[in-house]
């Protein structure tokens, strides 16, 4: 189901799936994530007027889940991700390639990496060289929407906050 290469004789990995607009993070936004059956599953907060981006991703219950924000005055681009007073993530935006990679620094717990297309919302956040999340708008029948489908037992609010992060990254304009 995920990658390009998948072996034959894995079973196929079941699966979450979220809808996220492609057009949602504009600074100053709140918007809602939902689950694959359409219902209200994530809230974000895009905070306005602050020096740096910050989102505070929240359950469907308005509960603070974490709190993402962007490093200012950085060479590259990066985003730390908070769950309470812990650091859970940082992502960076390689700066060598022609294609957009980033790579999601999850402290003792390792590291992720995130490659494809991310323009076009068609790519997959790997660990340790197997597909976790996959990040699709083709799935999508509603204009401006994609899916992310996720790997079950992993994080679900931490790799849809990467996917916040990527977004707002590869998509400053909005």
Not at 5 to 30: F, H, N, W
Not at 112 to 131: E, F, K, V, W
């Amino acid at each position: 189901m995920f990658g390009r290469k998948q072996q034959e004789a894995q079973p196929p990995a079941v699966t979450s799936m979220y809808q996220m607009r492609q057009k949602m993070l504009s600074i100053g936004d709140d918007y809602w994530i939902e689950n694959g059956v359409g219902q209200k599953a994530f809230h974000v907060d895009g905070k306005l007027l602050r020096l740096r981006k910050t989102f505070v991703f929240e359950d469907a219950s308005g509960h603070e889940l974490l709190r993402i924000h962007s490093k200012v005055l950085r060479v590259r681009d990066t985003f730390v991700i908070e769950r309470g007073d812990e650091k859970a993530a940082t992502l960076h935006k390689n700066l060598v390639g022609f294609r957009d990679r980033f790579a999601i620094d999850l402290g003792d717990a390792g590291e992720l990496r995130a490659h494809g297309n991310i323009l076009d919302h068609d790519y997959s956040i790997r660990r340790d060289g197997t597909d976790i999340a996959q990040i699709n708008k083709h799935w999508m029948r509603v204009r401006d929407t994609y899916g992310v489908s996720i790997v079950q037992g992993e994080d679900v609010p931490l790799l849809l906050a990467i996917v916040i992060c990527i977004d707002a990254i590869s998509h400053e304009h909005r």
